[in-house]
């Protein structure tokens, strides 16, 4: 069975390098609509480089298409490394980045101290929406928020079970959307810097596990839920799951991008710090 899933990923691979190479380089979009709402209409992105196939390349214009007046500023590993380091070298969230084993967890990290920082949207490169992200919540929203269909093994408490819209699914954090200095980036990038100790040099059957529950969909529903219990949740729009079926998981073609960077998911028995 592994002799014949080599050969079908050596096929995939060649196939895709005649059908979608040579790969598109994608630049920055920028808006000077004016806007009135509390979320900086600026979409944050980052990737080891800025280099995609055809066919992803396409679906991301697609999904800028429909949020054209919303600025799209993709951070390559470069630009995202000097960023941490002119904004976040005084803070010890630095020390965990420059620490942190994969490129996807550098991602997490960077993705919640931007927000933080400038406010604004985030999203996966490889992830997207159908509709305009602006149209899923208010001007006045402070935080803007979707599930997954996954459920949380670890249940939320009985005094927030009535404000949580889907109580037993984790908060997702492919796409988000902030004010500056709102408290939930805060409080992410605080709990990777407590917690981070208990992952360093310790061997993981699956990367990808301890990953998720540092410093994305684990870390991040414990967060929102903490968040719950202790502040006014007025203003935070929970956009249903996937973005009420509107947000797009994984975009055509998306897969090319990792015959340059290894996903991680691939990966067994590393240590992830």
Not at 52 to 71: A, C, M, P
Not at 97 to 109: A, E, L, P, Q, W
Not at 188 to 196: A, G, K, L, P, Q
Request: overall charge positive; aromatic content about 16%.
């Amino acid at each position: 069975m592994n002799s014949l899933k080599k050969i079908e990923k050596f096929f995939d691979y060649y196939i895709k390098r005649i059908t979608e190479y040579p790969l598109k380089e994608l630049k920055d979009q920028i808006s000077n609509e004016t806007h009135n709402q509390l979320i900086p209409p600026c979409v944050y992105q980052t990737w080891e480089n800025k280099f995609f196939g055809k066919t992803h390349y396409q679906e991301i214009l697609k999904f800028r298409d429909v949020n054209k007046d919303l600025s799209f500023i993709l951070f390559d590993k470069t630009a995202r490394d000097e960023y941490m380091e002119k904004y976040w070298s005084s803070h010890e969230i630095h020390h965990v980045y420059k620490k942190v084993k994969f490129g996807v967890m550098k991602s997490d990290i960077f993705r919640h101290c931007i927000l933080y920082e400038r406010g604004g949207y985030y999203f996966d490169i490889s992830k997207g929406c159908r509709v305009s992200i602006k149209s899923l919540h208010e001007k006045d929203t402070e935080a803007f928020l979707s599930n997954e269909p996954v459920e949380c093994i670890i249940p939320p408490s009985e005094k927030i079970f009535p404000l949580l819209k889907f109580p037993h699914n984790n908060f997702l954090t492919w796409g988000l959307g902030f004010k500056k200095n709102h408290l939930i980036p805060k409080m992410m990038i605080e709990n990777i810097v407590n917690d981070y100790k208990f992952y360093e040099n310790k061997i993981f059957f699956k990367p990808k596990t301890a990953v998720l529950s540092l410093t994305a969909t684990g870390q991040f529903t414990k967060v929102v839920r903490s968040y719950f219990e202790n502040y006014d949740c007025d203003n935070i729009i929970q956009s249903g799951v996937y973005f009420d079926n509107k947000g797009i998981f994984s975009m055509k073609g998306c897969r090319v991008r990792h015959h340059l960077v290894q996903s991680y998911a691939d990966i067994r028995n590393e240590r992830v710090i």
